[in-house]
């Protein structure tokens, strides 16, 4: 069963929505302001999002770039054409304008889903946090600081955000990423990990990855930085 987040504070809208998607099989996620979707997507990854722009806390627009891998249709009342255009270069999927026909959302909804359906695991992005890291041009960013990272360094944290709530054992990690940098060892890769935590602590002003002893490797809760 596909999700759908329904991003809109406007309540009878999206009670609305909530019951037009429930009927046609969709799983739904409810935030009421864009402060709630950023814990909402920290926690759970639907299938697709549709976003209001006009929201308490953080706006639409704001919430739209913490958005990754994940299609956005934007549903809102302004009908500027300047503003659609805007919101679909910053990387929405699509722009539905309210009032809409729940015919024409559900319609675009499955093109959405088609798509992504059929090129699962092309997202060029990866986020934790205010972690950025970009897997084509193998960048990371930290909020708005980028931070040059090793062939190694990037394998270790791509593998860790891509898993961000599993303890990764040392010789998984090494299983993992031996075909990026083979010639890691067991005993290098605990010098590799504290070289990587000690530049994203120098960027972002806190750990990002918790030494689980005996163990392995995690990504650090918000709760736990």
């Given amino acids: 069963m596909k999700t759908v987040a329904v991003i809109d504070d406007d309540i009878y809208i999206g009670d609305m929505v909530e019951e037009l998607l429930k009927k046609e099989g969709y799983g ?3 935030a009421y302001s864009g402060t709630e979707a950023v814990y909402l997507l920290r926690e759970r990854r639907p299938d697709l999002i549709l976003l209001d722009l006009m929201l308490p806390g953080l706006s639409g627009e704001e919430v739209l770039p913490l958005v990754l891998g994940i299609p956005v249709i934007v549903v809102s009342a302004k ?3 300047g503003e659609k255009v805007k919101l679909l270069r910053k990387g929405a999927a699509d722009y539905i304008t ?3 026909d729940t015919r024409e959302l559900l319609a675009r ?5 088609r798509m992504a359906a ?4 092309t997202f060029p992005s990866l986020a934790f ?18 931070v040059r990272l090793t062939r190694t360094e990037y394998a270790i944290l791509k593998l860790l955000m891509q898993n961000p709530r599993q303890v990764l054992t040392k010789s998984l990690l ?7 940098t083979p010639d890691c060892t067991e005993s290098s ?9 000690k530049k994203l602590r120098e960027a972002g002003g806190k750990d990002y990855i918790e030494a689980v002893w005996g163990i392995g490797y995690k990504m650090m809760e918000e709760t736990e930085k």
């Avoid at 090494?174 to 990026?180: F, K, M, S, V």
């Fill in 28 to 30: 739904v996620l409810r």
């Fill in 79 to 81: 009908a500027d054409v």
């Fill in 98 to 100: 309210k009032p809409f």
């Fill in 109 to 113: 909804m499955e093109v959405q889903l």
């Fill in 118 to 121: 059929s090129s699962p695991g």
């Fill in 129 to 146: 946090g205010e972690l950025r890291l970009d897997t084509v041009s193998r960048s990371l960013r930290v909020g708005e600081e980028p």
């Fill in 174 to 180: 090494l299983e993992r990423i031996g075909t990026d």
């Fill in 189 to 197: 890769l605990k010098i590799h990990v504290s070289n990587l935590r």
